[in-house]
Nanobody, 117 residues
Framework: QVQLAESGGGLAQPGGSLRLSCAAS????????MSWYRQAPGKAREFVAN????????NYADSVKGRFTISRDNVRNTLYLHMNNLKPENTAVYYC??????????WGQGTQVTVSS
């Protein structure tokens, strides 16, 4: 059964850092592009960052450029999101998404990130 399992969320202070992980299983991770999305309370889910299947062609939402870095390890089948200089408005549930050139799209269950002093 395909699974994307996010971890690494928690409570961080403004200006702090967190590293999110998304462990993939039961599909060929290296064939899939990967993204991070987030959803804040009362708001729609929004794009954060993405990577092609080789860890290239990285794209970021304007609000996180220069602070967040997406990366992936195709040996460990894991996607990462390094988040620095966190702000209260970054509080959200963060989701990873996998998709290929066909019709396959998979989502994880999300991990909560709370930025507060």
């Amino acid at each position: 059964q395909v699974q994307l399992a996010e971890s690494g969320g928690g409570l961080a202070q403004p200006g702090g850092s967190l590293r999110l992980s998304c462990a993939a299983s039961a599909f060929i991770f290296s064939n899939y592009s990967m993204s991070w999305y987030r959803q804040a309370p009362g708001k729609a889910r929004e794009f954060v960052a993405n990577s092609n299947n080789r860890g290239e062609n990285l794209n970021y939402a304007d609000s996180v450029k220069g602070r967040f870095t997406i990366s992936r390890d195709n040996v460990r089948n894991t996607l990462y999101l390094h988040m620095n200089n966190l702000k209260p408005e970054n509080t959200a549930v963060y989701y990873c998404k996998a998709w290929d050139s066909g019709v396959n799209i998979y989502w994880g269950q999300g991990t909560q990130v709370t930025v507060s002093s």
